[in-house]
């Protein structure tokens, strides 16, 4: 079994009751695949930006962030991922290179790591050495997560278009998928607010 999906089901049996576990066991299987909008996922909640739940989080340099500051003005990525996950590693820097080069443009990417209390310590020493630009935000309570990737799923994103609509959502990370998601965030970079 990939590493990866075995530490997943670990944090996630750590997190879980046990009435859920079947449940739980099904999303890790699949949690490392990439495929679009799993069942039960954001895509539930899609419409305009007042109808999308708001979440605040504490970034790793101790500010308070809120996704409202972004929505209907932002082309919106939430990056889901842990520590531990490898393709999360292998993705992030992906997601920072697009970041810095559409940043100007109007896009914002909120990288939120779901690190529970026993490696969150972990995630601030790895972004300063990543040297990454975009926000990190940490999830440890998982309160985002059930928002927007309730199969806490690792990595995880998903896209907001400027309307404040979910555009997009993934799960997983294929080397190369980042082509197809710059595409799509120039795209949505170019439709006019409304």
């Known amino acids: 079994m990939d590493r990866c999906i075995e530490q997943q089901m670990t944090r996630a049996l750590v997190r879980a009751r046990p009435s859920v576990l079947c449940l739980l066991f099904a999303a890790c299987a699949t949690s490392n695949a990439a ?19 708001d979440f605040e989080l504490t970034t790793i340099d101790g500010d308070q962030l809120r996704l ?11 990056a889901f991922w842990d520590t531990w996950c490898e393709p999360c590693k292998s993705e ?15 896009l914002i990417v909120l990288s939120i790591a779901m690190d529970d209390p026993t490696s969150v310590a972990q995630v601030a020493p790895f972004v300063k050495q990543s040297g990454f630009t975009f926000p990190v935000l940490l999830d440890t309570n998982t309160r985002a997560a059930s928002l927007y990737n309730v199969h806490k799923s690792a990595p995880y994103t998903v896209v907001i278009a400027r309307n404040g609509k ?28 409304t």
């Open 35 to 53: 495929s679009n909008v799993p069942p039960g996922g954001a895509s539930s909640i899609h419409g305009d930006s007042s109808s999308l739940p």
């Open 166 to 193: 979910i555009d997009h959502e993934k799960a997983g990370y294929e080397p190369g998928a980042e082509k197809a998601l710059e595409e799509e965030i120039v795209t949505l970079l170019r439709q006019p607010k």
């Open 68 to 78: 409202s500051d972004y929505l209907g003005r932002s082309v919106v990525v939430l």
């Open 92 to 106: 992030l820097p992906q997601l920072d290179r697009i970041y810095r080069v559409h940043k100007g443009e109007g």
